[in-house]
Nanobody, 115 residues
Framework: QVQLVESGGGLVQPGGSLRLSCAAS????????VGWYRQAPGKQRELVAS???????NYADAVKGRFTISRDNAKNTVYLQMNSLKPEDTAVYYC?????????WGQGTQVTVSS
């Protein structure tokens, strides 16, 4: 069964940094476009950043200049480097991998930005 496993979440102070990882098993990750989404309590899930198979990237306006998405196909892993974190970045972060009609989600990792 295909698995996406997110890690790297936690509690961080405003202005701090975290790096999230999304590791895939049983799929050739390099052919998948991958997105990082987040969902805060009481809000809809939103796309934060995405990366294509050709490593083109796209970011939500709220995170541009602070977050960086990257991929290491040899490790079957996609990363989200988050800098200058703000309390409004607090959410559960999910990764999603898409290839043709296939779409896979991870279980999510909690990010809490608070002093």
């Amino acid at each position: 069964q295909v698995q996406l496993v997110e890690s790297g979440g936690g509690l961080v102070q405003p202005g701090g940094s975290l790096r999230l990882s999304c590791a895939a098993s049983l799929i050739i990750f390099s052919v998948y476009a991958v997105g990082w989404y987040r969902q805060a309590p009481g809000k809809q899930r939103e796309l934060v950043a995405s990366i294509t198979t050709g490593v083109s990237t796209n970011y939500a306006d709220a995170v541009k200049g602070r977050f960086t998405i990257s991929r290491d196909n040899a490790k079957n892993t996609v990363y989200l480097q988050m800098n200058s974190l703000k309390p409004e970045d607090t959410a559960v972060y999910y990764c999603n991998a898409r290839f043709n009609r296939a779409s896979h989600w991870g279980q999510g990792t909690q990010v809490t930005v608070s002093s």
